[in-house]
């Protein structure tokens, strides 16, 4: 991981740029809830096909998992959870006291996810080759994730929110 800070890694910069653009939160949000899909894996695999000229295969998938996964479920989605239930309650919320309180816990669980991608950059150096234009690598790599997650082949919404942030991916590589 890079020590200058979370967020100085080329792929959290890349996935910040990525996010910000037009209909990717969205097509995001869709594989996250349809497909169990981290959305920082899916940002990694963006990244390995559009910039590197990267493959993400099982291996590789696997590696990123390792690097990751416990730190996604107990910090990140722990994070996530909290803020998202802050928007209805407990008492004595939701109130501008506890909508406060939601907007520091958003920042702290940016900063968890910027963590995470400043860990997975490391692997992006050592992925095998992959041929095709920066488009069809970044789709095939998120489709692998997609697939991984969902424990089946993305179909045909999924493939659209793909094809979406690999379009957007390869602009910004």
């Not at 590197?52 to 291996?59: C, E, K, L, M, Y």
């Not at 390792?66 to 722990?78: C, I, M, P, Q, R």
Request: charged share 20%.
């Amino acid at each position: 991981m890079d020590q200058s800070g979370p967020g100085s890694s080329d792929l959290a910069r890349f996935a910040l740029k990525v996010y910000a653009s037009e209909g990717v939160p969205p097509a995001c949000l869709v594989l996250q809830d349809r497909a169990a899909v981290d959305v920082n894996l899916l940002l990694f695999a963006a990244f390995a096909g559009a910039v590197r000229g990267a493959r993400v295969d099982a291996a590789a998938l696997a590696a990123a998992q390792a690097a990751v996964g416990t730190w996604h479920v107990e910090v990140v989605k722990a994070l996530r959870a909290v803020r998202q239930r802050l928007k209805s309650g407990p008492p004595p919320g939701p109130s501008a006291v506890t909508e406060a309180l939601r907007d520091k816990l958003k920042k702290v669980e940016i900063e968890s996810e910027l963590i995470e991608l400043d860990t997975l950059s490391a692997l992006a150096a050592g992925l095998p080759d992959a041929s095709g234009t920066p488009e069809t690598r970044a789709h095939a790599a998120m489709a692998a994730v997609v697939a991984a997650s969902a424990g089946r082949t993305p179909d045909e919404a999924e493939h659209e929110a793909i094809a979406l942030i690999a379009r957007r991916a390869a602009a910004l590589g």
